[in-house]
């Protein structure tokens, strides 16, 4: 019986382990709405095509990938209750995360670079003071502890590439924790946090000039820099910069698109990516059924028009985009439908 538990366990140990290249090695990750009403956690193919759609039990928002092994977790939207880890091959549910008591999930999330932590955007339900949740990932997902964000209303979490630092985005907006209702726009203080692995806040950056343009989505750029997209909380009537770079450090630097095309985005920018085939920056805005491309140095590209459009995310020969009618649109130079789905697309498109 020993012999044979022995070599059970150097079978077990010499076995291959799972990959993303298990379940079709997908692209992009994206939450959507089915018709039905029923909510999935989907894997699109380099081509777009759904290769899985796996059940949410809830609206979806973000998601992340485990970083080797086929393993999302899919964030509820903001103010959450659950980020459910799915193992993608075997389709099911490996654990479901609660927010401990007086916590709620901001619908983001990010592992460490070997796998081994989870870490999740979260809000002090009663006053929105930021907080990043860990998880250990080779323990059923424990809750290991969480580190202050050094802000209000942390959403987006992203590390920095060949690294373990952390970059949070926060919002700056202190919310009812029932209703979403915002309850502090008069003294807002937006900011970029960068976080070392052991917890301490090692850069923090603000926008004194716009305090009320909240910054909301990350997106890093091979060179260190992080690109930020902002939702301006102030006076409709006012056009500013919806997108902006940090090189921490140093100030943040907004990019203003010229005036007329300000206009086009409503105040809103709701997701951001950066494209190394284009070395360009993309912004989306729902609200303006509009997409804005900015070079990496800054100057502003184009605009370019599809309703209801939110995700968006580097493919090999420039973006992926996605929006709420079930379309996906592939952008080069140009905006062009590529397929679509029955589906509702929501916020983001996560890449691979």
Not at 311 to 323: E, K, N
Request: proline letters at 8%; charged letters at 20%.
């Amino acid at each position: 019986m020993r012999r044979r538990t022995f070599l059970a366990a150097m079978l077990a140990s010499a076995a291959p382990r799972p990959v993303w290249a298990d379940v079709g090695s997908p692209a992009w990750l994206a939450a959507a709405a089915l018709p039905d009403g029923s909510h999935r956690l989907h894997g699109l193919s380099a081509a777009g095509d759904i290769l899985f759609a796996l059940p949410l039990p809830a609206r979806g928002h973000a998601a992340t990938a485990h970083p080797e092994r086929p393993e999302a977790v899919a964030f509820a939207r903001r103010p959450g209750t659950f980020a459910l880890v799915i193992d993608c091959r075997a389709g099911r549910e490996v654990a479901r995360l609660t927010p401990p008591d007086g916590r709620q999930f901001n619908g983001h999330g990010a592992y460490s670079a070997d796998g081994s932590v989870l870490y999740t955007s979260e809000v002090v339900a009663e006053s929105s003071e930021g907080r990043l949740g860990l998880w250990d990932a080779t323990r059923s997902y424990a809750r290991i502890g969480e580190w202050s964000t050094g802000g209000i209303g942390p959403h987006d979490v992203k590390r920095l590439p060949l690294s373990d630092d952390l970059i949070v985005a926060n919002g700056g907006i202190q919310t009812d924790p029932t209703d979403r209702t915002k309850l502090n726009l008069d003294r807002m203080q937006p900011s970029l946090v960068r976080i070392a692995p052991d917890g301490r806040i090692i850069d923090h950056a603000g926008i004194a000039d716009l305090p009320q343009n909240s910054i909301r989505h990350l997106a890093m750029l091979p060179d260190g820099r992080v690109a930020f997209a902002l939702q301006w909380e102030g006076d409709p009537a006012e056009t500013v910069p919806l997108l902006g770079l940090w090189t921490p450090g140093s100030a943040p630097i907004l990019l203003p698109a010229p005036e007329t095309e300000g206009y086009v985005m409503q105040g809103y920018a709701g997701s951001v990516a950066y494209s190394p085939a284009l070395q360009a920056l993309a912004i989306t805005s729902p609200r303006g059924g509009a997409l804005q491309v900015f070079g990496s140095d800054g100057r502003f590209i184009a605009t370019h028009r599809r309703a209801d459009v939110c995700g968006v995310a580097a493919s090999p020969d420039g973006f992926l985009v996605t929006d709420g009618n079930g379309g996906l649109s592939t952008l080069s130079d140009r905006l062009i439908p590529a397929q679509a789905a029955p589906v509702a697309w929501d916020n983001h498109l996560i890449a691979l």
